[in-house]
């Protein structure tokens, strides 16, 4: 069974302006991680941010935010004021006792 | 001063062949993986070791035999290469197992089999 799900297979952005990526993860676990990783068309992955299954707080790291909403069990990651270096697949990722992957969305920035 | 290593990049062979693909990392961490990429960009992890013990084996074919000689190493040899081994394989470690923990990731290697 899928655990990590993204729906969105593509996005188009206006540079400057914010986008929102949807994933939303299964699991029965109480602990876990959710991660977002940026894959640049050079293909390396970059880590971006991190939120804990206990944390309160959504976690801001820069551009990036994660809206964690745990009863949805969703964990959107947003990028604000986009910039044409954004243009990339993003993953994201659940942490319960192995990193488990979605299918990645590819942003592709507009000047 | 890298942090994750993969060694070589780019991998071109014929089926049937037998290839290693090696890894290192120099973060200290205890924790190192092997994820295979496929061609729709889907990524899976394969092996997990920790301090050299196997904690992770998917559902991988035997081909497949990952080796840890020590903690900042984890290498990746296949056996009787086939087509459908192609696709880029990441190495990635992490200070430990526990599910908050970052994994950091190698810069991928890139096999093709023909």
């Known amino acids: 069974a899928q655990k990590i799900t993204q729906t969105q297979p593509g996005m188009f952005v206006q540079e400057k302006e914010a986008v929102t990526l949807d994933c939303t993860y299964d699991?029965?676990?109480?602990?876990?991680?959710l991660f977002w990783y940026k894959q640049p068309s050079s293909g390396e992955m970059i880590f971006l941010i991190y939120?804990?299954?206990?944390?309160?707080q959504n976690a801001t790291e820069g551009r990036y935010s994660l809206n964690f909403q745990k009863a949805r069990k969703s964990a959107n990651l947003v990028i604000s004021a986009s910039q044409l270096g954004d243009s990339a697949m993003y993953f994201c990722a659940m942490n319960d006792y192995k990193l488990s992957f979605g299918a990645g969305t590819t942003v592709t920035v507009r000047a | 001063d890298t942090a994750v290593s993969q060694t070589p990049k780019y991998l071109v062979t014929q089926m049937g062949n037998d290839k290693s693909i090696k890894c290192e990392q120099n973060l200290g961490h205890d924790t190192m993986y092997w994820y295979k990429q496929d061609s729709k960009k889907f990524l899976k992890i394969m092996f997990s070791?920790?301090?050299?013990?196997?904690?992770i084996n998917e559902t991988v074919p035997n081909r497949f035999s990952p080796k840890s000689p020590d903690k900042a190493h984890l290498n990746l040899h296949i056996n009787s290469l086939e087509l459908g081994d192609s696709a880029v394989y990441f190495c990635?470690?992490?200070?430990?197992?526990?599910?908050?923990?970052?994994?950091?990731f190698g810069p991928g290697t890139r096999l093709t089999v023909l």
């Open positions: 699991t029965s676990d109480q602990s876990y991680g």
């Open positions: 070791y920790n301090n050299k013990e196997l904690i």
């Open positions: 990635a470690s992490s200070q430990g197992l526990n599910s908050y923990n970052e994994q950091f």
């Open positions: 939120q804990g299954s206990y944390d309160e």
